[in-house]
């Protein structure tokens, strides 16, 4: 598993300390300028796949 994450799963490695630096100037300064990473919820609804991964059921 570890082998297939090291040579398959990896597509890219980037180096962003510059933009690191950036957004750390803007927390001291301003937070409305910040970027930030938008997550969404990703929603199982296969119970096989729920039960496997120890998920509860999705409900809306």
């Known amino acids: 598993?570890?082998?297939a994450y090291a040579k398959n799963w990896i597509v890219n490695i980037e180096d962003i300390?510059?933009?690191v630096r950036k957004q750390r100037q803007k927390i001291k300064s301003d937070y409305a300028e910040l970027i930030t990473a938008?997550?969404?919820v990703y929603c199982v609804f296969d119970t096989k796949?729920?039960?496997k991964l120890g998920l509860s059921a999705w409900t809306e």
């Open 17 to 19: 300390s510059d933009f």
């Open 38 to 40: 938008r997550e969404t």
């Open 1 to 3: 598993m570890l082998g």
């Open 49 to 51: 796949i729920q039960n």
